[in-house]
Nanobody
Framework: QVQLVESGGGSVQVGGSLRLSCAAS??????MAWFRQAPGKEREGVAR???????MYADSVKGRFTISKDYAKNTLYLQMNSLKPEDTATYYC?????????????????????????WGQGTQVTVSS
């Protein structure tokens, strides 16, 4: 089993920044990702990182968000800059013990929620103008 605990959400004004954290414990996870879900919308992939593999971003966040992982602390991060109102959502950390190429297939994809095995409880991000 893998436990994921997110933190770092909050309220910020347009153009501001936040850094989300996801502390992982339990089994090794090669493929980790951030998803988000706004009210009334489907959960969507934001960014994906793989041990020794490429980093993928959704087009909507490229150039503004940065995903990283501290392997010593087994903690995933999402640095979010130049935030927009449309970034308002509950952000979820997801993980899988398999390689990302197995989880989502080969390609520039963050993946679908159903493809990931483990999930955190979510942290709310609100961007106001």
């Amino acid at each position: 089993q893998v436990q994921l605990v997110e933190s770092g959400g909050g309220s910020v004004q347009v153009g501001g920044s936040l850094r989300l954290s996801c502390a992982a414990s339990g089994h090794t996870t090669f493929c980790m990702a951030w998803f988000r879900q706004a009210p009334g919308k489907e959960r969507e992939g934001v960014a994906r990182i793989e041990t020794g593999g490429p980093i993928m971003y959704a087009d909507s966040v490229k150039g503004r968000f940065t995903i990283s992982k501290d392997y010593a602390k087994n903690t995933l991060y999402l640095q979010m800059n130049s935030l927009k109102p449309e970034d308002t959502a509950t952000y979820y950390c997801a993980a899988d013990p398999r390689r990302c190429s197995v989880v989502t297939g080969v390609g520039p994809y963050v993946g679908r929620p159903s493809q990931y095995t483990y999930w955190g409880q979510g942290t709310q991000v609100t961007v106001s103008s």
